[in-house]
């Protein structure tokens, strides 16, 4: 594998092209934009880790809104930042949040760290975001490597290997590198993001309105569809789970998860029998949830207690009309909110 651009490959065209591009139609009015606070950025770039921007502006917006700097955050207890990010799943990221926050406070004065080495240090900061933080931010050429930028390369240079394969990653850093410009560091990355969300998609990319058309080898060759090369699909093992609402009059119990794996400091539903109260009826059944690494089955059995019953030291009873105050995973809090409009009538 070359480590070196094509000789007839133009840097500068290349730059001027998506600078250019940008300007004209690329994002310029998002929420984090503008002054570029650093801790504006840092929220978004993390909020937008395999998640879309649609999706999430309203949550960045009522984020900011509850925890207006990093010293808000760090000194709110961790169940409240749960709660502001429920829904927005990935929720590993939200503890690494309010974890670099507070380490923030304590060593960094409350302030975003501005050299790559140390942003790196902090929970949930990895290469490609600490760059972006680094360019964005404090207009450093620090280039990035997301899922956009990779797409954009493979079929630009017409890469045969699958992006993620851990020599080419080697080699698209290099690619990155050798392409980011030393000024206009916002709007470059910025417009790595832009002009694979709208342009280069991943499926039915608009490659006769492409600007970079001229100069794409998979374009040119007419092999678009070919790249970036896929990767040997896994099947997705399948789990299957039961979940007890157990209801005392208009309370129900929930259990609050440990913070690490799936719906790690969360509040959910108790996912084993614990021999309380009156079977009523099953809330639902035959529901599934999509995680990355697996999918999950999983139905909601309604038992009726006659009193409250302290399981543990994690659980608590809860008012239905208190529900939202609480961090639940989006799939539980969907039946339980659906439930509470109800009344719970059959509990």
Partial sequence: MTNEINVHFNISYYQKSLLT???????????????????????????????????????????????????????????KVMQYWAGLGYYARARNLHKAAQIMRDFHQGKLPHDVDTLMALPGIGRSTAHAILSIAFSKPTPILDGNVKRV????????????????????????????PIENTQAYT??????????????????????????????????????????????KP???????????????????????????????????????GEYTHMLCQDQRHIFTHFE??????????????????QGIWVHKNAIKQYALPAPLARHLIISDQKGYDEC
């Avoid at 709208?198 to 060759?221: E, G, S, V």
Wanted: positive net charge.
């Fill in 153 to 180: 390369f493979a079929r630009l240079f017409q890469l045969g290997v699958h992006p993620n394969d851990k020599s080419m990653e080697r080699y698209l850093w290099q690619l990155a590198n050798k392409l980011m």
């Fill in 296 to 313: 999950l089955n999983y139905d909601i059995k309604v038992h009726a207690v006659n009193e409250k019953t302290c399981i543990n030291h």
């Fill in 21 to 79: 591009w940008y300007q004209k139609y690329g994002r310029h009015n998002l929420p984090w934009q503008g002054d570029f606070s650093p801790y504006h950025v840092w929220l978004s770039e993390i909020m937008l880790q395999q998640t879309q921007v649609k999706t999430v502006i309203p949550y960045f917006l009522k984020f900011i809104e509850v925890f207006p700097d990093i010293i808000t955050l760090a000194n709110e207890q961790q169940d």
């Fill in 190 to 235: 910025q417009v790595q993001m832009d002009f694979g969300a709208a342009l280069c998609t991943r499926t039915r990319p608009k490659c006769i309105q492409c600007p970079l058309n001229d100069m794409c080898l998979a374009y040119n060759n007419q092999v678009v569809k070919n790249y970036p090369v896929k990767k040997p699909q896994k099947v």
């Fill in 238 to 276: 399948v789990r299957s789970k039961r979940f007890y609402l157990y209801c005392y009059q208009d309370e129900l119990l929930l259990i609050k998860k440990p913070n690490k794996g799936i719906w790690g400091g969360l509040y959910v539903l108790p996912d084993e029998d614990l021999y309380l």
